[in-house]
């Protein structure tokens, strides 16, 4: 039988224009991973049809242990607090082979 470990979903949607910094967020905070998607839709910051290389969205998806999602917030908070617009939410997930998840990405090798 397969056991789940509990972990948490980091999901942001913005505009590309922060997907480096996000990367560095997560890379600096022990991520072992992350994808990004191209992303469109409407919402309070009028329609993004996604269709134009300017002013695309991205949906960006990091999973972690519980532990690590703390200061990665405070991080994406701050962007926040700057005048970014960044749509935020995190949620539990369940994985199952938690050592994938385990060693950060700043310490592998490529």
Do not use: C, W
């Not at 980091?10 to 992350?34: C, H, M, P, Q, W």
């Not at 998607?37 to 300017?54: C, F, I, M, T, Y």
């Amino acid at each position: 039988m397969q056991r789940l470990f509990p972990h948490k979903l980091l999901t942001i949607i913005t505009t590309d224009s922060l997907e480096k910094k996000l990367v560095e967020i997560v890379r600096n905070r022990g991520a072992s991973g992350y994808t990004i998607v191209k992303a469109h839709g409407a919402g309070s910051s009028g329609e993004v049809s996604g269709e134009l290389d300017v002013a695309t969205n991205i949906k960006f998806h990091v999973i972690v242990p519980q532990g690590r999602m703390s200061n990665m917030l405070d991080d994406v908070e701050a962007l926040i607090k700057e005048g970014k617009h960044l749509t935020v939410f995190v949620s539990d997930v369940a994985v199952l082979g938690p050592e994938k998840f385990e060693q950060p990405l700043a310490e592998m090798v490529t």
